[in-house]
């Protein structure tokens, strides 16, 4: 069974710093892309980084310069490092990838950016 899980999310003052972790289960995971959302209650789930196989990795503007995606191929990991944090990055994060025909979702961790 594909199994993501999150950690890491918690309070953060603005202008600090997070890092998310996301363990994979069930998948060849070396083989596979792996993405980062985020979604604000009541709005629709928002894409803010992805990382190939190969390790290039894409940021949507809002983050680019303060977020870092990577992996960890021997652990199954993948990370969202996240520095200068601003108030308007508070949502619920979620790890994501497509396998076996279809998206997989971990729980999510949440990230609340406030003073």
């Known amino acids: 069974q594909v199994r993501l899980v999150e950690s890491g999310g918690g309070l953060a003052q603005p202008g600090g710093s997070l890092k998310l972790s996301c363990t994979a289960s069930?998948?060849?995971?070396?083989?596979?892309?792996m993405k980062w959302y985020r979604q604000v209650s009541g709005q629709e789930r928002a894409l803010v980084a992805s990382?190939?196989?190969?390790?290039?990795?894409n940021y949507t503007d809002a983050v680019q310069g303060r977020f870092t995606i990577s992996r960890d191929n021997v652990w199954n990991k993948v990370y969202l490092q996240m520095n200068s944090l601003e108030p308007e990055d508070t949502a619920r994060y979620y790890c994501?990838?497509?396998?076996?025909?279809?998206?997989?979702w971990g729980q999510g961790t949440q990230v609340t950016v406030s003073s």
């Open positions: 069930g998948i060849n995971f070396r083989l596979y892309a």
């Open positions: 994501s990838t497509f396998a076996r025909g279809r998206d997989f």
């Open positions: 990382i190939s196989s190969g390790g290039q990795a």
